[in-house]
């Protein structure tokens, strides 16, 4: 769109792109090298989108390459189905890492050589310390470490005790190898940070081969290094880390020294961007599973519908800086709307029918009505509407004693029925409980839209669905997941703020005949209702399942103020 084309032209350079710039006219490098580095310990969230949509979007922007990497160092959390996910996920938001598709476990064997070329410079030592002796002599931010026993090892003795640790000769915590920097730095991360640990676990991609792992500062740094990378960016929580990035890097022999830049999380109210505790969810089956297209997974957000132009807007709107800041939901929201409002095809549906008979529309008769697709892009096409003396409107779309600014269908009132006619109300019919079943009206004929000749005007005009053509469907009404904006940052644990009406199923819903062609992955507007898509598990040709990607406004901050 012409639009976001200009606020690409006018939007002035962030922090990132400024620092590459000035390397790219120095020289200092001839080409950018970035890389998205996930743990495949879950699945990716829209916070990740942030980290994804720099990475690839800088290098993409510069005419530089950036890597997937997958940081496997943990051999107890990650599985590889995490991986084909998180793979499906950064393909759907648009981008590509061609052929660099790597694993941190791919370097096991350079990792281990450059352990041994710190212990061979007196740079790194076998600590048999118990985990809670460690911690205990780790010091505080006010008060130094304390060195441990085991610190001023020699090389030989440090060589073999670590050769013994690969070979499984100490069990789980009874040793690791340490880096020795200062254990009286301000810094904590510099109090000889461990750098392996022995962990007799399967790995997913080196299976039985290691029993000892190294550590992610450690794992990070030098892959980064390995893989020849230019400016590994990350988020601001690893700013403290950044002199031990720097410390191994300048000890061990690597090809190249990575600048590393941290930038703001993206944080977003009433969503949670912690793996953990979408984790939880999952695991106590308060959502179902993380593709629930009420997560704020990436996959959660696909099968609700959710178009990853969408997400890339807005991770353009947030921007780059170094300052936290939760950004409103609403934000998010109108980025789907602003994407979908002139693309999503426009169809009726019915969420809560009621029977309206036509009492004065011939029985057995049908018409075909030609309806556009979309009013303001007539380049859409249309799609036909059968019209027959039984329809379905939305319960709510009469009132028998309404107020006085109701213009949908009322005793003694009149409606128009979108692409079709104008109804005069005649009488309702109850069954025994007094519930209404049905609603009697009359059609008048010369009011057909676009070509009645009648000059009548009504004020309210209401979608429908015809009673027989119509599809019988499931739609859920997706809201948000949580009730509060900060569910994590409370006195309660989150999951007691999960919002009970954030999927609601209309089990009776109606869908107009043409909506039978839509396929999971297409969105559509159900006029007047919001944007919905088939679900991608649930829905069948013949059976529909939609989900709500969004409604038409924001009805939300009404509902609660
Ligand atoms: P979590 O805290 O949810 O467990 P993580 O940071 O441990 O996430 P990783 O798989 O290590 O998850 O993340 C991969 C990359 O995504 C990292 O570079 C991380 O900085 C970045 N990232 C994670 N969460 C966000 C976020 N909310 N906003 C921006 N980037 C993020
Ligand atoms: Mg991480």
Redesign the pocket.
């Known amino acids: 769109m012409s639009s976001s084309n200009e606020n690409a032209v006018e939007k002035p350079k962030h922090f990132i792109q400024h620092i590459i710039e000035a390397d790219l006219a120095s020289g200092k490098h001839a080409r950018i090298h970035t890389r998205?580095?996930?743990?495949p310990?879950?699945y990716l969230?829209i916070?990740?989108a942030?980290?994804i949509c720099i990475n690839f979007g800088l290098a993409e922007q510069y005419g530089g390459l950036c890597n997937l990497r997958f940081?496997d160092t943990n051999p107890e959390k990650e599985e590889a189905h995490y991986e084909q996910a998180i793979e499906a996920d950064v393909r759907w938001l648009g981008f590509d890492w061609g052929e660099r598709l790597y694993h941190a476990s791919d370097y096991f064997d350079q990792l281990y050589q450059f352990a041994i070329e710190l212990i061979e410079k007196g740079l790194a030592y076998v600590c048999e310390l118990g985990p809670e002796e460690m911690r205990a002599q780790r010091g505080t931010l006010t008060e130094p470490g304390q060195n441990s026993p085991y610190r001023d090892r020699s090389v030989a003795e440090n060589l073999r005790l670590f050769e013994a640790m690969k070979n499984g000769e100490f069990e789980e915590g009874k040793a690791v190898l340490r880096a020795k920097i200062d254990m009286a730095s301000p810094n904590l991360n510099l109090r000889d940070p461990v750098i392996y640990r022995v962990r007799f676990a399967e790995h997913h991609a080196t299976g039985d081969r290691w029993c000892i792992y190294p550590m992610y500062d450690y794992t990070h740094c030098i892959s980064d290094a390995l893989e020849g990378i230019t400016h590994s960016?990350?988020?601001l929580e690893?700013e403290d880390h950044r002199p031990l990035y720097d410390w191994f890097l300048d000890q061990v022999s690597v090809p190249c020294h990575p600048q590393q830049i941290e930038?703001a999380?993206?944080?977003l109210d009433y969503i949670i961007?912690?793996?953990?505790k979408?984790n939880q969810l999952v695991q106590e089956g308060l959502v179902n599973g993380w593709d629930d297209p009420r997560m704020p997974t990436l996959s959660g957000m696909r099968r609700r519908g959710i178009p990853p132009e969408a997400i890339r807007d807005l991770i353009d709107r947030v921007g780059v800086t170094k300052k936290k800041a939760t950004i409103e939901l609403g934000l998010l929201e109108t980025c789907v709307r602003d994407w979908l409002g002139p693309r999503a095809p426009r169809y009726m549906a019915v969420l809560d029918p009621i029977k309206v008979v036509i009492t004065n529309y011939p029985e057995g008769e049908e018409e075909q009505l030609d309806a556009p697709l979309h009013s303001q892009n007539p380049e859409m096409g249309t799609r036909k509407l059968p019209f027959g003396r039984e329809i379905y409107i939305e319960r709510d779309d009469f009132m028998e004693d309404p107020p006085k600014k109701y213009f949908r269908l009322k005793p003694g009132g009149a409606v128009r029925l979108r692409y079709a006619y104008i109804i005069d109300f005649e009488q309702v019919v109850r069954d025994e409980s007094g519930r209404i079943v049905e609603i009697h009206c009359t059609y008048d004929p010369d009011t057909r839209s676009g070509i009645g000749t009648s000059e009548r005007k009504v004020k309210g005009t209401i979608h429908w669905v015809p009673a027989r053509a119509s599809q019988p469907a499931r739609v859920r009404l997706i809201d948000r997941l949580f009730t509060v904006p900060d569910p994590d940052r409370r006195d309660e644990p989150f999951t007691a703020f999960i919002n009970p009406e954030a999927m609601r199923e209309m089990p009776e819903a109606r869908l107009e005949p043409a909506l039978s062609a839509i396929e999971p992955g297409q969105p559509v507007q159900f006029e007047r209702l919001g944007y919905f898509t088939p679900d991608s598990h649930d829905h069948q040709p013949g059976a529909p399942v939609f989900n709500r990607i969004m409604t038409l406004r924001d009805t939300w901050a009404k509902k609660k103020s």
């Open positions: 998205f580095p996930p743990e310990n879950g969230h916070g990740h942030k980290a940081d960016l990350c988020t690893f930038f999380r993206l944080e961007t912690s793996k953990r979408l």
